[in-house]
T-cell receptor
């Protein structure tokens, strides 16, 4: 079956512009996660959805970041007024259930802010 | 201080060797994940465990909750095992902490 997909695969944007990143999880997966990996650095957790709800948004780096999920399916991560430090690979993952099931990762969106 | 510490940071092994990667954490967790990141960047989940031991093929993962420690073992290592291995802990609630990864190179 289809895995987790993300779009776009690459995005180059000018500083100050808004960007929207999309994640399509595996069908039936109730849990969805967003992570960030800056060049040469480790993974950072951004936000987790159970169904359409994100119980805690404190992992988002700043108020320029927002995320939503609809229909217990697609999720979008929006970055407003992008800054150069936002340049990173943004990864999405999904799992059937957070507690007992492994995560399946998408290929990521490489964001470059010039 | 990082919540998750991995060792070693880098590891080079000869094909066929037995490999161990260690992960220690300092917080209470609901689960621990071992991830593999290939040179092209793709990430695959190897194990998710909250107690005991799991085995998939040549890979074995163990966790000791009391000692806050987990190990990933690779038996009969192969060049295709070359990758970065990442330990991650799930804090009940809404946070994950990641180790900095162990870069493994297996030489034929």
């Amino acid at each position: 079956g289809a895995g987790v997909s993300q779009s776009p695969s690459n995005k180059v944007t000018e500083k100050g512009k808004d960007v929207e990143l999309r994640c399509d999880p595996i069908s039936g997966h109730t849990a969805l996660y967003w992570y960030r990996q800056r060049l040469g650095q480790g993974l950072e957790f951004l936000i987790y959805f159970q169904g359409n709800s994100a119980p805690d948004k404190s992992g988002l780096p700043s108020d320029r970041f927002s995320a939503e999920r609809t229909g217990e399916s697609v999720s979008t991560l929006t970055i407003q007024r992008t800054q150069q430090e936002d340049s990173a690979v943004y990864l999405c993952a999904s799992s059937k259930d957070r507690v007992i099931n492994e995560q399946y990762f998408g290929p990521g969106t490489r964001l470059t802010v010039t | 201080k990082n919540e998750v510490e991995q060792s070693p940071q880098n590891l080079t092994a000869q094909e066929g060797e037995f490999i161990t990667i260690n992960c220690s954490y300092s917080v209470g967790i609901s689960a621990l994940h071992w991830l593999q990141q290939h040179p092209g960047g793709g990430i695959v989940s190897l194990f998710m465990l909250s107690s005991g031991k799991k085995k998939h093929g040549r890979l074995i993962a163990t966790i000791n909750i009391q000692e806050k420690h987990s190990s990933l073992h690779i038996t009969a290592s192969h060049p295709r095992d070359s990758a970065v291995y990442i330990c991650a802990v799930d804090i009940a609630g809404n946070q994950f902490y990641f180790g900095t990864g162990t870069s493994l190179t297996v030489i034929p």
